[in-house]
């Protein structure tokens, strides 16, 4: 790898770095002035769902049938049981079997 390369690289590390860093702190310094009411709390909350759901949807979509089922699964024994742990668990299980059948 050349020098310049390098530096292109290592340039590109430093500038991601830079951002991450400033937009955690920053979310931080933001959050810290906003009170926490009842409505800021339900969007926080809402937040983490809607992550997960935009990061799970794809991989559900593009995925194979060991995939699918393990949604299914993992989906109905958490909504089933109420505990999610045992729904990971479940579509772990079953994603596993469909690949050992399969």
Do not use: E, K, Y
Request: hydrophobic share 55%.
């Amino acid at each position: 790898m050349s020098w310049l390369a390098a530096s292109q690289s290592l340039l590109a590390i430093a500038i991601m770095v830079a951002i991450t860093t400033l937009s955690r702190a920053g979310g931080l310094v933001i959050m810290s002035r906003v009170p926490i009411g009842p409505r800021v709390r339900r969007f926080v909350n809402a937040m983490s769902s809607s992550v997960l759901i935009a990061v799970i949807t794809p991989m559900i979509v593009h995925g194979d049938g060991g995939t699918r089922l393990a949604a299914v699964a993992a989906g109905g024994t958490a909504l089933w049981l109420r505990n999610p742990l045992l729904g990971i668990a479940s579509g772990i299980c079953s994603a596993s079997l469909w690949r050992w059948l399969v």
